[in-house]
């Protein structure tokens, strides 16, 4: 009989979930503050990292920015900077101290090496302090077909798209498990939720990401961790440079155009700031997951085919081809 009762409980909790989902529909939740907390955004150098950096700066968050490239890190720092000054800026002449002075810190880091990870984590700690977001965003693509792609480019995707995950987590979590407060941030794709040819080790580590994301996530939930929030960020093709040339059907193309990165971000800090647990960009994503899920795999590929998403990539793979070949020419290899 109890077993019973508890069914029933947990009919109502479902539910009472789905009124809940609903009603955040009809009145926005308000957003929270980030002011004076630390972040850090892996991959800030460029795309979307940076505009993670600018929009946080904005909210006068503590930034703490890795990239492998100095120099583009840098100036993504200078634009943090710029923004935390505009903030700064008297207002009718009335010149006010703000209650707290926001910095910006640059650091060094290759994420697909534990080791450098886990050392730069450890001078964020020791020269900036604890952190209370942490914005998993670095990605890289091979651009190869699978029997084309080195071994070493592969390895490369899986471990900068998925292992530095753990890593990243497994060095700032523990802290955050010891205050109850927290954000952890994965920037995955709707890649990793459905795939398509030609990206195989791309999709690969995006399904890895967001496995582990939510394995997380449940596992947080079973500590009774209600302090640490979890956001999974999967956005649609977004116009970054990243899979340029990539290509579905044109006379389809005018109506699911690739994302502009700045709406792909203002959408996943609306979501980062309202403590929500995922968010898919544009909304048709959540229904292509949804179907793929219940229709037979022949009803897929006929839907792929009709899209023209079976062979999406292959645009952006022979252009990445022939820039290669072009290079190779260039150094008389």
């Not at 904005?58 to 935390?84: C, F, G, H, K, P």
């Not at 302090?227 to 044109?250: E, W």
Request: net charge neutral; aromatic share 10%; hydrophobic share 45%.
């Amino acid at each position: 009989m109890i077993i019973i009762a508890e069914f029933f409980v947990v009919i109502l909790k479902v539910l009472w979930a789905f009124v809940t989902a609903g009603a955040k529909w009809v009145v926005r939740p308000k957003e929270k503050s980030v002011a004076g907390q630390v972040c850090v955004i892996t991959g800030a150098g460029s795309g979307l990292g940076r505009l993670f950096a600018k929009e946080f700066a904005r909210r006068r968050a503590v930034l703490v920015l890795w990239d492998i490239n100095s120099q583009s890190n840098e100036e993504t720092a200078e634009m943090v900077r710029q923004i935390y000054r505009e903030l700064d800026r008297p207002v009718g002449g009335v010149e006010e101290v703000p209650p707290f002075q926001p910095q910006v810190y640059t650091y060094v880091c290759d994420v697909g090496k534990r080791e450098s990870v886990y050392s730069t984590a450890e001078k964020v700690r020791r020269e900036v302090g604890e952190v209370d977001i942490l914005i998993n965003n670095a990605g890289v693509v091979s651009g190869h077909h699978l029997l084309e792609c080195p071994d070493e480019l592969i390895e490369r995707t899986m471990v900068v798209n998925c292992h530095a995950h753990f890593w990243t987590t497994k060095a700032f979590l523990p802290k955050m498990l010891e205050l109850n407060h927290g954000h952890i941030v994965t920037v995955a794709s709707s890649l990793g939720l459905f795939s398509t040819a030609g990206v195989e080790d791309y999709c690969a580590s995006k399904f890895g990401a967001i496995g582990f994301h939510e394995s997380l996530s449940h596992e947080l939930k079973a500590s009774e961790k209600d302090g640490i929030n979890m956001t999974l960020v999967c956005p649609y093709l977004v116009d970054t440079g990243m899979f340029k040339g990539c290509r579905i059907r044109k006379e389809i193309e005018p109506f699911l155009p690739p994302l502009k990165p700045e709406f792909c971000v203002k959408q996943a800090m609306r979501a980062i700031l309202t403590d929500q647990p995922m968010i898919c960009t544009p909304r048709i994503v959540y229904m292509v997951n949804f179907m793929k899920s219940i229709l037979p795999f022949e009803a897929i590929v006929c839907m792929y085919r009709f899209l023209g998403a079976d062979k999406c990539m292959y645009p952006f793979l022979a252009q990445r081809k022939e820039a290669m070949n072009n290079n190779e020419a260039k150094n008389g290899i």
